[in-house]
């Protein structure tokens, strides 16, 4: 098993671009989540998932947009991309009723 | 809502001494999930140690455990005979237990503790 595998790894952006964030897993989870990550600070939801076809916002969610129309893929949109977008971003998958969550290895993004 | 604090930005251990990580939290609700998460300097998030709210028994992974005080909303992480590997961020995070309603299961992060391991 891959994982949860995460597209690209690094990016850099200029102001007012848009970009697709890549996240997959191969684990048949049902639960599926973005995080972003600020210097010096721990993770923020963004969005997650709790199926194909179902979507909710977290905590942060202003700038962007999921979609989840199979089980293994959940990619996150950056439309319009500022600087206060400049992060590092994980997405997680969880199977329903497990605690654990299962990280890929991030995507920073560097908009300019 | 639920909150988590490590209020230590910093700390240094000796290699093959011991050092703990402090974390408190703030929730009104009974059954939750506390984790800690090591990030060593190539971004991986892994999972360190896990425990149940409702189990009293302090959770153990080898030279990892923590002491888990229910009534204080602590929880913190012992690392004994610490190691240059050890080095990283750690971070404290609280998860909602599924049975309550408009849990997801997300996980709530404090702002970490960068641990450096001296040779």
């Known amino acids: 098993n891959a994982g949860v595998t995460q597209t690209p790894k690094f990016r850099i952006l200029k102001i007012g671009q848009s970009m697709t964030l890549q996240c997959t897993q191969d684990?048949?989870?049902?639960?599926m989540y973005w995080y972003r990550q600020d210097p010096g600070m721990g993770l923020k939801l963004i969005y997650y998932?709790?199926?194909?076809?179902?979507?909710d916002k977290g905590e942060v969610p202003n700038g962007y947009n999921v979609s989840r129309s199979t089980t293994e893929d959940f990619p996150l949109r950056l439309e319009l991309a500022a600087p206060s977008q400049t992060s590092v971003y994980f997405c997680?998958?969880?199977?329903?009723?497990?605690?654990?969550?299962?990280f890929g290895p991030g995507t920073r993004l560097t908009v300019t | 809502a639920q909150t988590v604090t490590q209020s230590q930005p910093e700390m240094s251990v000796q290699e093959a001494e011991t050092v703990t990580l402090s974390c408190t939290y703030d929730?009104?609700?009974?059954?939750?999930?506390l984790f800690w998460y090591k990030q060593p300097p190539s971004r991986q998030m892994i999972l360190v140690i896990r425990?149940?709210?409702?189990?009293?028994q302090n959770a153990t992974e080898n030279r990892f455990s923590v002491n888990f005080q229910k009534a204080a909303k602590s929880f913190s992480l012992k690392i004994s005979d610490s190691q240059l590997g050890d080095a990283a961020m750690y971070f404290c995070a609280y998860r909602r237990h599924m049975n309550y309603g408009g849990s997801q299961g997300n996980l709530i992060f404090g702002k970490g503790t960068k641990l450096s391991v001296k040779p």
């Open positions: 684990m048949n989870h049902n639960y």
């Open positions: 425990q149940e709210a409702y189990k009293q």
């Open positions: 929730t009104s609700e009974s059954d939750y999930y």
């Open positions: 997680a998958s969880s199977p329903p009723g497990h605690y654990e969550q299962y």
């Open positions: 998932s709790v199926g194909a076809g179902i979507t």
